[in-house]
């Protein structure tokens, strides 16, 4: 009788392979801690570091990601969005449905929650129907509908949150900048949408428990007070004080839950883009470009340093607010790492559908980038 004997890994492969692990798993936050970083060994920290935060914003976020937690611990949204998709009995309708859902639910929990919420849905009611070739085209739509559809509300993104509160600007005016790449994305996704095959499909969608009442109304409550933050109804720090004690009395668990990694990334990203624009250099250089086309430079830098860090930094170095806005919404298509969103939906697709990873990323390209060509186009031709 021979003893098989499997050989441990050394306890420093064991670390480096947890560490790579959670570098994967947190890759924003990482990088924009790197990246600010980076710019603190040429702008070493003082008393201004304290002027770089907008804590109005970082707390909004807070408040609403914190109730958003909350929501998706009594299954909420999945509750209703599965009843939604379920009243639909062709594969056009499902489709429809799926990134409808998703458009509407960005303009509401962001777009990164929006993802979270309901790409799982996207694959529960394909696979259910046996329709997993249709995952690619439902991902990226789902995609494109979340960074677009967050772009008509302040709180839809979180660049979007960010320069509300730094241009000072009132919802009516923020909504007139962005009703006509709103309406336009619209149309683009409904587009896309209708090319898809109505055939009938059988959508079995497991049965759960309704979501308590009193509690889906108490955190509607709250999520209502987040959003007076951003409206200057309420101070920040009494709204904050009320969301936190209200959610550690029924349920603790969802601070737990929060997205810090979002959190950590925009103060990192504070620190970042208030050190640039110390750096002579930098500051005259970004100033130059931005002053010529804050659309397009918006756009570009978005493709290489994400939407989120695009609208701090260039936010410093023009008052053109609509062209921002605009440039970092939009610009939140392209590459991957033109929004953390598109992380998201990467990341997820690549969990639930490797095997069809090489389609994904063709139809993900090929979409975005075709948006982005649209959309760019329509904002120059209003400029």
């Known amino acids: 009788m021979t003893t098989k004997v499997i050989a441990k890994k050394p306890a420093a492969t064991l670390r480096v392979n947890a560490a790579g692990r959670f570098i994967k798993g947190h890759i924003m936050p990482v990088a924009a801690l790197l990246l600010a970083a980076v710019t603190c060994v040429f702008v070493p920290p003082d008393g201004e570091y304290a002027t770089y935060f907008d804590v109005k914003t970082l707390a909004t976020l807070f408040c609403t990601l914190a109730v958003v937690s909350a929501y998706k611990n009594i299954r909420f949204f999945e509750w209703a969005a599965k009843r939604i998709v379920s009243a639909f009995g062709t594969l056009r309708r499902v489709v429809f449905a799926l990134v409808l859902i998703t458009y509407v639910g960005s303009m509401i929990l962001a777009n990164d929650m929006a993802l979270i919420t309901f790409l799982p849905l996207g694959y529960v009611a394909l696979d259910s129907c046996g329709r997993r070739d249709k995952l690619p085209i439902v991902f990226v739509m789902q995609n494109v509908a979340a960074n677009l559809g967050g772009m008509l509300t302040p709180f839809g993104n979180p660049q979007n949150l960010y320069l509300y509160s730094f241009y000072g600007l009132q919802m009516a005016e923020f909504m007139r900048v962005m009703a006509l790449p709103f309406a336009v994305a619209l149309a683009l996704i409904l587009g896309v949408c209708a090319f898809v095959k109505g055939d009938a499909v059988s959508l079995v969608v497991p049965r759960d428990e309704t979501p308590c009442a009193w509690r889906s109304a108490l955190y509607a409550a709250l999520f209502v007070l987040s959003l007076l933050i951003v409206f200057n109804v309420l101070p920040w720090y009494a709204c904050t004080a009320v969301v936190v004690i209200a959610l550690l009395i029924l349920d ?125 186009c329509v904002q120059l031709a209003v400029m």
């Open 252 to 376: 603790g668990k969802s601070l737990l839950k929060v997205d810090y990694g979002l959190l950590i990334t925009f103060a990192a990203f504070f620190v970042f883009s208030g050190n640039l624009a110390r750096i002579d250099a930098v500051s005259a250089a970004l100033r130059s470009l931005v002053e010529k086309s804050p659309l397009l430079v918006g756009v570009g830098c978005c493709q290489i340093i994400s939407n989120v860090p695009t609208a701090v930094l260039l936010s410093r170095f023009t008052t053109d607010y609509a062209n921002l806005l605009a440039a970092v919404n939009i610009g939140g298509l392209g590459t991957p790492i033109a929004s953390l969103a598109s992380l998201i939906t990467l990341n997820e697709f690549k969990k639930r559908c490797p095997e069809r990873f090489g389609r994904y990323m063709a139809t993900f390209f090929a979409v975005n980038f075709g948006f982005l060509a649209v959309l760019v």
